[in-house]
């Protein structure tokens, strides 16, 4: 399986980032680590050679890409609103510098975001944030709420990077252009956070945007093993 190591540095984040693509046709799908993952995550614990079939026969190629989690979420050290103002930042590599590289290398415009854990906050916020660039977003055992993060905070940063807010208020234009986007929201039964699924599948339900909701039967699903296992069916 073809596979390649890239970085550059950022303007928007004013450091170095890293990523890895593998293959070399077929639909960009952009993968996404979970928490505090590094963007050689989803290598390591299986999953791109899950699908290495796939990109093999040219169907897909796979951009691994990096986060600043620890800099922006994750990172207790500063005030909420300098985390939220990172993730801004995070997000404006990813639509300014990242999506424009992968577009334009892989000569096709449907792109495929995916994260399981926090990693499907990333796949669902970059979706309903940027829904002109993305055509699928698949979302396994995901979080769509930051307000745990925010110790009570709260400003403009903070809404329109939570998709449980922004989306709940959007009318018009908007909704029809989240309405392109195929989303896939699965986790197991026993997943701790399956109320979260559920309720973003009923949110974009609620604004008349089609989604896909999988609730894999007797399984915590919260794991490698299940996402390995069912990414495969959706990309």
């Avoid at 952009?30 to 699908?51: A, D, I, V």
């Avoid at 800099?71 to 990813?94: C, F, K, M, T």
């Avoid at 794991?223 to 390995?228: E, I, K, M, T």
Wanted: proline letters at 4%.
């Amino acid at each position: 399986m073809y596979r390649e190591y890239g970085k550059w540095w950022s303007p928007s984040l004013a450091r170095e980032m890293e990523f890895l693509w593998f293959g070399q046709f077929g639909r960009p799908v952009m993968l996404f680590p979970t928490s505090t993952g590094r963007f050689f995550e989803n290598e390591n614990e299986g999953l791109t050679g899950s699908l290495s079939d796939k990109v093999e026969r040219g169907e897909i190629q796979l951009v691994l890409v990096d986060t600043v989690n620890e800099e922006s979420w994750y990172n207790r050290s500063v005030p909420p609103g300098i985390r939220a103002a990172r993730h801004v930042q995070y997000d404006a590599y990813l639509r300014n510098e990242m999506v424009p590289y992968v577009l334009n290398r892989a000569q096709r415009g449907d792109l495929v975001v995916y994260g399981a854990s926090f990693g499907a906050y990333h796949a669902a916020n970059f979706a309903g944030r940027h829904p002109d660039v993305v055509s699928l977003a698949v979302c396994f055992s995901g979080i769509y709420d930051v307000h745990r993060f925010l110790d009570g905070y709260w400003d403009e940063n903070c809404y329109f990077n939570c998709p449980s807010a922004y989306i709940a208020n959007m009318a018009g234009e908007w909704l029809a252009k989240l309405s392109h986007v195929g989303w896939v929201i699965a986790t197991g039964q026993h997943d701790t956070l399956v109320h979260q699924s559920r309720d973003f599948s009923t949110l974009l339900w609620s604004k008349g945007i089609g989604n896909h909701l999988e609730i894999w039967p007797g399984a915590f699903g919260h794991d490698w093993h299940w996402w390995r296992e069912n990414l495969r069916r959706f990309v």
